[in-house]
């Protein structure tokens, strides 16, 4: 039988990231100050150094990742490419289904694929402090983890039903040196005003976002780094599929379609962006493959959200960026994968899915639950409420396959672990946890309170 792990050798980690405006047929729509004029550079690197800036406009196809980040890198990449035979013999398919697993890495998924690199740029630019947020506490951990490796002071704003839901998360930002505030929190104008309205407040990424940038933009000394969304961050993620694409060509295979999970963006550029270039001319043996953006039926940004500018955040304080939105001051529900709970998507994402060059499917959080114990007692490996949203898609592409009789090669980005999310895993046994579709009427008021251009 053929090696169910594919694997490379540490000197074929890629020594460039891979910039996909390079192959996009449409330029990307341009951050623009709240009054609809350009943004400067001047404005940006009020919390972003500049070597960050000249990465979020770049247009170069190759981007070199400098060696002080490739030799953290070596910590954990290149992460396995593994066949999950166990599933497939459960689900009787005759499709070859494959999952990039980011859960190797010290904080436990793909996010500090750029959070070490950010934290290296901050460090060579002479900032001594970062402020950022976190949902589900997957970038708070890696944010956290990449401080600590090149001497930054990190704070981190949780939103508030995740401080609540996921405690080791916030102990794991603390063991490595971050101090970590629910959000809204008293430390900010914004958490203050939110907090004196609703005392109760749950608490949004927009809004832990408000407040991070709120303090990074009073301080010299401190600059804010965000988890996904942006163009450096969706570049800095691309590790993952040019790897996997090396590893693929190492099993003698090619993904007919690829499934990521889909908040911000970054695990989804991550692994399709790579593809783009490929499908761009007509993809391996003629045949393009698909790329699939999966997120969930409560935050549906991508599937019923208006490409619209919309600021990165609840109060404003962002530039405007040209994205799927269900407007800034979208308040969505507590669902347990707290890293898809964002207002907006990638400007990079939603213009490829503008474009029709990529796609997107929305599913609801039991069938995700279901998903991820059924991939768990397959494989043994216990994923991230995150991740179970591409074993969900991957699994029912894999029953249209049984169903069909036709044989093809599935591959999903498993994003990170859940060993830190057992407590949603607890609430999903004891028939706790609900499905919930945003109501259409709550999207269309959420966003009339869209920018008018």
């Avoid at 459960?90 to 070859?96: E, G, I, N, S």
């Avoid at 005392?199 to 940038?213: H, R, Y």
């Avoid at 599913?363 to 279901?370: I, M, N, Y």
């Avoid at 057992?422 to 009339?448: C, H, K, T, W």
Wanted: with cysteine; charged share 20%; net charge negative.
């Amino acid at each position: 039988m053929e090696s169910l792990r594919i694997t490379l050798d540490q000197s074929e980690i890629p020594t460039h990231w891979y910039n996909v405006v390079a192959d996009m047929p449409t330029p990307p729509a341009p951050p623009l100050a709240a009054d609809g004029s350009p943004v400067s550079p001047e404005q940006m690197g009020m919390i972003f150094p500049m070597a960050i800036l000249e990465q979020e406009m770049s247009a170069e196809r190759w981007i070199p990742i400098p060696e002080p980040v490739r030799q953290i890198y070596r910590l954990w990449r290149p992460s396995p490419l593994i066949r999950a035979r166990r599933l497939e013999e459960v689900l009787q398919t005759p499709a070859r289904i494959f999952y990039k697993y980011e859960g190797v890495s010290p904080a436990g998924s793909h996010k500090p694929n750029t959070a070490v690199p950010q934290a290296y740029y901050n460090q060579q630019a002479g900032i001594r402090r970062i402020t950022t947020e976190t949902g589900a506490g997957q970038w708070g951990c890696s944010m956290a983890f990449a401080g600590q490796m090149f001497g930054l002071e990190v704070r981190v704003y949780m939103v508030r039903i995740s401080y609540e839901q996921k405690p080791f998360r916030r102990s794991m930002m603390q063991t490595w040196g971050a101090e970590v505030f629910a959000s809204p929190s008293s430390m900010t104008q914004t958490g203050r005003d939110l907090l004196g309205r609703d005392p109760e407040n749950q608490g949004s990424l927009g809004i832990a976002i408000s407040e991070a940038v709120e303090e990074a933009a009073a301080r010299s000394d401190t600059s804010y780094a965000l988890g996904s969304v942006l163009n450096h961050v969706a570049l800095h993620q691309t590790i993952i599929g040019q790897e996997a694409k090396k590893q693929f060509e190492k099993a003698g295979d090619w993904p007919d379609v690829v499934f990521a999970p889909c908040g911000g963006g970054s695990s989804f550029a991550g692994v399709a962006f790579p593809f783009i270039a490929d499908n761009a001319s007509g993809g391996r043996n003629g045949r393009p493959t698909r790329l699939v953006a999966v997120e969930p039926t409560s935050c549906p940004t991508l599937t019923k959200g208006a490409y619209a500018y919309d600021f990165g955040d609840a109060s404003g304080f962002t530039p405007l960026m040209k994205m799927y939105t269900l407007g800034h001051d979208f308040m969505p529900p507590g669902i347990h994968a707290g890293g898809l709970r964002y207002h907006g998507d990638s400007p990079l994402v939603s213009q490829l899915y503008h474009d029709g060059l990529i796609e997107a499917v929305a599913v609801p959080q039991l069938a995700t639950f279901e998903a991820g114990v059924m991939f768990a007692r397959a494989e043994g490996v216990i994923p991230a409420p995150e991740s179970n949203h591409a074993i969900r898609a991957a699994i029912d592409e894999a029953v249209r396959c049984r169903e069909s009789g036709e044989s093809r090669t599935i591959f999903f980005n498993l994003t990170g672990h859940g060993h830190f999310d057992m407590a949603a895993y607890d609430r999903y046994f004891a028939g706790q946890l609900e499905d919930f579709e945003y109501p259409q009427e709550a999207i269309r008021a959420s966003l009339e309170h869209l920018p008018r251009l």
